[in-house]
């Protein structure tokens, strides 16, 4: 296994040398040739694509580090303005120019043409000694040397069978040592590529900020939106029925000794006013915080909801212990409002959620057999789940292509406290 | 008939001890957390224990898993479990030894004290109290089922009541029809679920229940 995952490095090593050599000697010369051609004009026209292209080109090289060697490089683009024609045209040139991402990309373009591309070059090359070795060895030093030729095998000089057979063993020591050293260089040239990649740590604290600012914006919005919908309910539901009550009760005083019949009539009418009452209140707290979560916890809560679904629902629970409470109401909403989607407008038949906790982060894991065709940024329901996960750091992502199946995953990263014992 | 109660609220505490006394229940004890009622169940082995699920300490499920403990050390206990919102998971739980005498039931029944005594005497007997609701929600996950839409509407009302554990005698009271009727509908209901005919009123019902909670 351990072979095979070298034999792949090297590969891709070879793959990185070739590939990357070429299309980043290409790409910086038309960057920068275009960027120098922009008081000509041409360059106006063309350096957005050169630009644009150099980034797709450093992405590309993101998936891979991240693919290949678990090197995790962040993405430290600004959004680029999005508006048609001639002017926007200029505005995303002008938006290129000035993002420094741009100038670290054309950088780490002239450091991957050459050390990088050495990096990369050197296990194939080491490997391939080994094949040569082997072709010298078996016969093709002779026309070599009687043609007076002066082929040295690395620091062997060959003049004859011995020192061909030499060539061949140390041919292969070094094949050796390519594949086993491999995996760590290309690993150290994804490492030297995230020095140049990786955004400034002004940007990522710029990034982080607006993120925040968008969240926190959601978060208040959405506790408003909750708060209104309370007071909303409060005020039509029970309130109203303990209004109806009281002014039964008040009629039945004055009734009790005219009319104990009609009192009594009434006395059943407000019973089942406070009955409606309750039937609302619990409903609205439902809403607010299920019982069933505050007693037992995410797990039970979710199998709980699973059992009030008209369909059948298969729960996995993994979690060694309580995740905070914001935390679990969060991840039960957003399960609740995807098995309601699931119900809705998908037409599953069976619905499957895997809850688990690993890596510091909480997952849920919602599949249904439906017909697919969710979308998050369509519907406002799964919008408005990730919106409220995003005050926790937590994702949402979506994968439902027409006819199904939909995949829907929800994570949050928090730590589990172990249960209290008893 | 002795009683063990358990109920935090002081107001209904106080509501359900002088609901039971006036029709000649003897409440033992009345207590107001999980240690204490699992002190008194211990010690004074009550006929039934009407217990609220969410009790101090903790303020969680306190009251059920004392009562599910109470019940696996003394096999058959008659617990009658009240609360604000009834689950579908915890009258499973409840369920779930197959022993009968097991009752859940939302707070609100109080309020018909007939019906409430009615349900504590009959979980006493070893029989059971499903909430309308679970019942009602049991029933909304059948609707796709073959053998159940075979049912006529009647016998779903039937179904319904029998499944909050009425004997046919209450069955044929609610509905107004006579118990040979409510018979007939009974062993109609079982031959098309078929399930096995049990003159067993107690054993008829849990069938039923799980019956309803499969698949």
């Not at chain 1, 789940?385 to 006819?403: E, I, Q, T, Y």
Request: net charge neutral; charged share 20%; aromatic share 6%.
């Amino acid at each position: 296994m351990r072979i095979r995952t070298a034999l792949h490095a090297v590969a891709r090593s070879l793959w990185l040398a070739l590939w990357g050599l070429v299309s980043s000697v290409l790409l910086f010369t038309l960057a920068v040739c275009s960027i120098a051609l922009i008081p000509a004009g041409v360059g106006v026209l063309t350096a957005p694509y050169a630009l644009k292209a150099v980034r797709h080109h450093a992405n590309q090289r993101r998936l891979y580090a991240l693919e290949w060697s678990g090197v995790s490089i962040p993405v430290p683009y600004r959004p680029l303005p999005e508006r048609g024609g001639i002017a926007g045209h200029v505005e995303r040139l002008t938006a290129l120019l000035k993002d420094r991402a741009t100038w670290r990309d054309l950088q780490w373009l002239l450091v991957d043409m050459t050390a990088g591309f050495a990096l990369a070059i050197l296990p194939p090359a080491l490997f391939l000694y080994f094949p040569w070795g082997v072709v010298l060895a078996c016969g093709v030093w002779r026309p070599i040397v009687e043609a007076g030729g002066n082929e040295w095998f690395a620091f062997l000089h060959i003049t004859g069978q011995t020192s061909a057979n030499l060539a061949a063993v140390l041919g292969a020591a070094f094949a050796v040592i390519g594949v086993l050293t491999a995996p760590a260089l290309l690993r150290a040239g994804f490492v030297l590529a995230r020095q140049l990649l990786h955004p400034g740590h002004e940007r990522e604290l710029e990034q982080r900020v607006q993120r925040l600012t968008e969240t926190r914006e959601d978060a208040v919005d959405h506790s408003a939106a909750e708060l209104r919908r309370i007071e909303r309910d409060l005020h039509d539901g029970a309130q109203a029925r303990l209004v109806a009550m009281g002014m039964s009760l008040g009629t039945v005083e004055a009734l009790i000794e005219k009319d104990p019949a009609r009192a009594k009539r009434l006395l059943a009418a407000a019973r089942a006013d406070s009955a409606e009452a309750l039937t609302e209140l619990r409903d609205l707290v439902r809403g607010i915080h299920p019982p069933v979560l505050a007693e037992r916890g995410l797990g039970d809560a979710v199998r709980a909801l699973a059992l009030r679904m008209p369909l059948p629902v298969e729960v996995t629970v993994d979690l060694p212990g309580r995740a905070p409470e914001p935390v679990e109401s969060a991840a039960y909403f957003a399960v609740s409002e995807i098995l309601t989607n699931a119900v809705k407008h998908a037409g599953a038949t069976l619905v499957r959620v895997d809850l688990h906790h690993a890596d510091g982060m909480l997952r849920a894991v919602v599949t249904d057999d439906g017909r697919g065709g969710a979308d998050a940024a369509l519907g406002s329901g799964l919008r408005g789940v990730g919106r409220r996960l995003g005050a926790f750091d937590g994702v949402l992502a979506v994968s439902s292509p027409a006819g199904g199946p939909t995949l829907v995953t929800v994570e949050v990263p928090c730590a589990v406290a172990a249960p209290a014992a008893g | 008939m002795r009683v063990v109660l358990a109920e935090d609220l002081f107001l209904l505490r106080d509501g359900l001890v002088r609901l039971l006394e006036a029709y000649d229940f003897d409440v033992v004890a009345a207590v107001g957390s999980g240690p204490e009622l699992a002190g008194a169940l211990a010690e004074l082995k009550p006929d039934v224990a009407v217990v609220d699920v969410r009790l101090p300490p903790s303020f969680t499920d306190e009251g059920l898993q004392c009562a599910l403990a109470a019940r696996r050390a003394t096999p058959g206990l008659p617990v009658l479990v009240l609360s604000q919102h009834v689950e579908q998971l915890y009258a499973q739980e409840l369920l779930a030894d197959g022993s009968g005498g097991v009752g859940y039931l939302l707070k609100d029944r109080v309020f018909d004290a007939e019906q409430f005594v009615d349900a504590v005497r009959r979980v006493a007997g070893g029989g059971t109290a499903m909430d309308p609701q679970v019942i009602a929600q049991l029933l909304a996950r059948r609707t796709r089922d073959a053998p159940m839409a075979r049912l006529t509407p009647r016998e779903r009302e039937v179904i319904e009541l029998m499944a909050e554990g009425r004997s046919n005698a209450a069955i044929a009271d609610r509905l107004v029809v006579t118990e040979r009727a409510v018979a007939k509908h009974t062993s109609n209901i079982f031959a098309k679920l078929g399930l096995a005919p049990s003159d067993d009123d107690n054993r008829r019902v849990l069938a039923v229940l799980a019956y309803l909670d499969r698949g």
